[in-house]
């Protein structure tokens, strides 16, 4: 490693897929695929939840501000890991890291928060549907959201900030694309058992706690869909529901496989997968797995589609109108000759 006497250093140097090169070029073409796909399909679902009146829900209210979070988390990484896949340059400025470490932090701790908050949602809409209107109002929303980015950016600030000041003893060198808590954790040196004991406490509450109180909410759902007599009712619920369970398995599995054990303990390949999986994976994939298995946010692009196609229509009346008449005109004309 290499060793720099300060006490912190000038830039890192992210390793990556270092020792396996052949990797790096695939990856650099699937994230310059992936990357627009996420950004436009969570603008996609941000308009559609504010322009179609009809989605005006907090279900829906929730499901923007995932696509607003998800947008933001894959932003926080992706740039850096394109810059280090496809190119020489594998390095990144001390101030550049700790600001992705606070952004890519914040946005994963509020993404636990939110998902847990969505699901109570759910809860409530199915389990206490005559309660509903009066329990999830504007203003408890509102204040449902705020507190879930206060979570995200609480977390984010602590646990970066107890994490920067250990020693790194003048080592620079990090096995991963980004930088991310646990592996600073593990390149420190000295005592950094508190740290990890830290970071593993903080996580029971950010990432166990969410996905036991998911799992209970849906338990209860389950029972609750199970009761409705209309086969249509079910496969509705069904779909929104599933939608939402694919999410929370697709983003919570890596997260947990790599915040609840010790940073020690962690692999040399691990942390760039699982960030490729939580961190680029799922923000491109809940667009879309929203859009496929729901048919209200369906409908609404659909509806979507059709506006736009008729105010296109619109720009140009006069010239389609004198085309289509000449068109006439002509077809008149041909049908009038001699056979």
């Not at 990856?27 to 009809?54: C, E, K, Q, R, W």
């Not at 020489?88 to 101030?95: A, E, F, L, R, V």
């Not at 109002?137 to 984010?156: D, E, F, P």
């Amino acid at each position: 490693m290499t060793v720099i006497n300060k006490s912190h250093p000038e830039e890192f140097i992210l390793l990556g897929f270092a020792d396996r090169p052949w990797l790096e070029l695939p990856l650099f073409i699937i994230l310059l695929v992936t990357y627009p796909l996420a950004m436009l399909g969570n603008i996609a679902i941000i308009l559609v939840s504010i322009l179609d009146p009809h989605l005006h829900s907090p279900m829906y209210f929730f499901l923007t501000n995932l696509s607003f979070l998800d947008m933001c988390y894959t932003t926080s990484i992706v740039p850096q890991m394109l810059t280090n896949l496809g190119g020489s340059t594998k390095t990144i400025s001390y101030m550049r890291c700790v600001v992705q470490l606070y952004f890519f932090d914040t946005m994963g701790g509020t993404e636990c928060v939110l998902l847990a908050l969505m699901s109570f949602d759910r809860y409530v809409a199915f389990c206490k549907p005559l309660h509903y209107s009066l329990i999830m109002n504007r203003r408890t929303c509102l204040l449902l959201v705020s507190a879930v980015w206060l979570t995200g950016i609480t977390y984010a600030v602590s646990e970066a900030t107890v994490t920067l000041q250990l020693p790194l003893c003048g080592h620079n060198k990090l096995d991963h694309l980004v930088c991310e808590i646990p592996v600073l954790i593990k390149t420190a040196c000295g005592e950094k058992e508190t740290n990890e004991l830290a970071l593993f406490v903080v996580c029971i509450f950010i990432l166990a706690v969410p996905l036991c109180f998911i799992l209970a909410s849906y338990a209860s759902i389950g029972q609750a869909v199970l009761k409705i007599k209309s086969s249509e009712g079910r496969k509705k619920a069904f779909g929104t529901c599933s939608s939402h369970l694919i999410v929370v398995l697709l983003f919570y599995g890596p997260a947990i496989s790599m915040y609840l054990q010790p940073p020690s303990s962690i692999t040399k390949d691990q942390p760039q997968f699982m960030a490729l999986l939580y961190g680029v994976v799922t923000p491109t994939l809940n667009p879309f797995i929203y859009t496929l298995r729901n048919k209200d946010v369906k409908g609404a692009l659909r509806q979507s589609s059709i506006l736009v196609d008729s105010s296109q229509e619109k720009r140009v009346p006069e010239l389609g109108l004198g085309i289509h008449r000449k068109v006439r005109r002509l077809t008149t004309a041909l049908s009038g000759l001699p056979g």
